[in-house]
């Protein structure tokens, strides 16, 4: 089986309320999240999942705040010795707008993207404005989506799991490495989703929720089972990802 090195490019950023990531914990308090682009580096195709922001703000306030350099598209892929152009595979864990800016300058690419998420983005519930179907439109005229609708293997050693915790079309990406099993989540969560402090633990919650879900409780199990079967966690906006190591 093909394993594979992680590179986490930081795309973008985000600064808002914590609580936007941990539900019903920590809300008032400042944070700031790095959106990723992830290289998967091994096979014999140039495989990426998520595309990030097209215009970044990039500062060095935000770049302290989560310990690592901002890029835009074009630079971050440039890191690895890759172009846009030659992008084989986007794998998307989902739709809003923060994970599918760059899309349309992946014109080589097919992209995997599951049902309940690109019927969602054409038609969002009025409370979630974060799917903007103007980022895909070129993508799905050109007819480079690839729809998925159960779980299912992308590519020797990749397979996507459908994990509607965030969204109701999230995947979460599951790659094989030298160290094991590795999820990038297909919901927007950090490391302290998955490992609460033990005030959060003597209450007698394993994980916490995503800050923004489709359903809290479901929410809370699917964590729970993606924790599970892992051996290495990569929580979709974890800060300590973001000085760019590969992984593992």
Request: proline share 6%.
């Amino acid at each position: 089986m093909t394993r594979y090195r992680i590179h986490p490019i930081v795309m973008g950023t985000k600064q808002f309320d914590k609580g936007m990531m941990t539900y019903q914990h920590d809300y008032g308090k400042p944070y700031t999240i790095p959106i990723y682009c992830w290289y998967l580096e091994g096979g014999d195709r140039t495989i990426i999942v998520d595309t990030g922001e097209m215009h970044p703000v990039r500062s060095e306030d935000r770049e302290q705040a989560i310990g690592g350099r901002i890029y835009t598209f074009e630079e971050g892929l440039d890191r690895h010795g890759l172009t846009p152009e030659g992008i084989d595979l986007v794998i998307h864990t989902h739709l809003h707008n923060d994970h599918c800016e760059n899309d349309y300058k992946c014109t080589n690419a097919e992209f995997i993207v599951h049902a309940k998420e690109l019927a969602r983005i054409h038609d969002p519930h009025p409370l979630d404005f974060r799917y903007v179907e103007d980022y895909i439109e070129d993508v799905e005229e050109n007819g480079q989506l690839r729809i998925v609708e159960q779980d299912t293997t992308i590519a020797d050693g990749i397979r996507v799991m459908h994990t509607p915790a965030h969204t109701e079309g999230g995947l979460t990406v599951l790659v094989e490495t030298d160290g094991g099993t590795a999820a990038i989540t297909g919901f927007c969560v950090i490391n302290e989703n998955f490992f609460p402090p033990k005030s959060i633990l003597a209450m007698e919650m394993d994980v916490i929720p995503p800050g923004t879900h489709v359903n809290a409780y479901a929410a809370y199990d699917i964590m729970i089972k993606v924790k599970q079967m892992a051996d290495i966690l990569l929580p979709l906006h974890e800060p300590a990802f973001a000085d760019g190591k590969p992984i593992p």
